[in-house]
């Protein structure tokens, strides 16, 4: 537990101060599982913890009050460090609770999930994850693959494929059910459910909803086989934009803050990459080293606070150009000014 400071509001965003209304188009029941969440948030139903940051510092700046979906959530930024998270947050049990009761899939993507689900097994989902761990290590090599937070599994395929024993481990029972109809090795549960030791371990868009990031990758490093390797993705705050806040991300990373919480857990960075979709990854293994001194950090939050303002600037001038876009498009004016103002 920790004493939050927050000693000044970094950004003005206002498309995330407005609880309830989101900045994406959501259906009527994504809506409904949005001001039911809110109001057990606002009741205290939810609970929430202010914590420390990893660098052991305090003191923050506020970036949003809300997420992306107006859920009530707000996202500071440390002073110290310049790693951006969710402060006050759910605690563990609280997350927990969100993840099991599918109550976070239907805020996400509706009560039509699962049947969305289905195509992620047959648009290669997972073939860059395959790609880059086996670029590292030769499939032929690999004996057996883990992944936390595996969803349905659809990450798993290609590794599944290529004649390697897959586990995956979520908290969704409905994802899980899914994933075992493909023949996958689908276990519902978290870190504390996870058993034996592999050779590669998959972590897709999962280490910014651990609570203690350095914690569940030690116990995550305990389970991983000599010479293994530990594959990361991530969203990349260095292509910081608004639609990457939402509420069950607990931390943010860069390329350099990355490196240091997993340091901090005894991984060593081989390569990162940023990928297309605007997303981090990266490929660690277990180190010998001693944990990084967060002077490595020196400088981050200026860097970061000098991007996000600059962001705010040119958000701030985005908006009004989308109202006048909308309003134009509303009377069928739209395209024509287009043609007007860029001819071809």
């Not at 972590?203 to 990361?232: C, M, Q, S």
Request: hydrophobic letters at 40%; charged letters at 25%.
């Amino acid at each position: 537990m920790g004493s939050v400071v927050v000693e000044e509001r970094l950004v003005h965003l206002r498309a995330l101060d407005r609880p309830g209304r989101s900045i994406l188009k959501l259906g009527s029941d994504q809506i409904a599982a949005v001001r039911a969440m809110n109001d057990r948030i606002r009741s205290g139903e939810v609970a929430f913890e202010a914590v420390d940051c990893f660098c052991g510092s305090s003191r923050f700046a506020e970036i949003a009050r809300t997420d992306r979906y107006g859920l009530l959530q707000s996202t500071l930024i440390c002073k110290r460090c310049g790693l951006i998270q969710s402060n006050p947050r759910m605690t563990q049990t609280a997350y927990r609770d969100f993840y099991e009761s599918d109550e976070y899939r239907r805020v996400y993507e509706g009560d039509r999930f699962l049947e969305r689900s289905e195509t992620n097994y047959s648009d290669g989902r997972g073939d860059h994850v395959y790609a880059q761990v086996t670029s590292r290590r030769p499939a032929v090599q690999i004996r057996s693959v883990l992944e936390v937070g595996a969803a349905g599994g659809w990450n798993l395929v290609p590794f599944a494929e290529s004649g390697i024993d897959v586990t995956g481990y979520d908290y969704s029972g409905e994802l899980i059910a899914l994933g075992r109809t493909r023949g996958l090795n689908l276990i519902q549960g978290g870190l504390d459910e996870v058993e034996g030791t592999h050779d590669v371990i998959v972590l897709n868009h999962v280490v910014e909803h651990f609570t203690d990031v350095p914690g569940a990758l030690k116990t995550l490093r305990a389970r991983l086989a000599p010479e293994g390797l530990v594959f990361v993705e991530v969203p990349d705050m260095e292509n910081f934009h608004v639609g990457q806040l939402q509420n069950a991300h607990t931390y943010y990373f860069t390329r350099r803050t990355l490196e240091f919480c997993a340091g901090l857990a005894g991984l060593r960075l081989l390569e990162q990459r940023r990928e297309p979709n605007g997303h981090l990854s990266a490929v660690f293994a277990a180190s010998g080293s001693p944990a990084p001194d967060v002077g490595v950090l020196a400088g981050h939050y200026d860097e970061m606070a000098a991007l996000l303002r600059r962001y705010a600037r040119t958000y701030r001038l985005r908006t009004p150009v989308r109202a006048i876009g909308r309003v134009l498009d509303s009377v069928g004016l739209k395209e024509p000014m287009r043609r007007i103002l860029l001819p071809t």
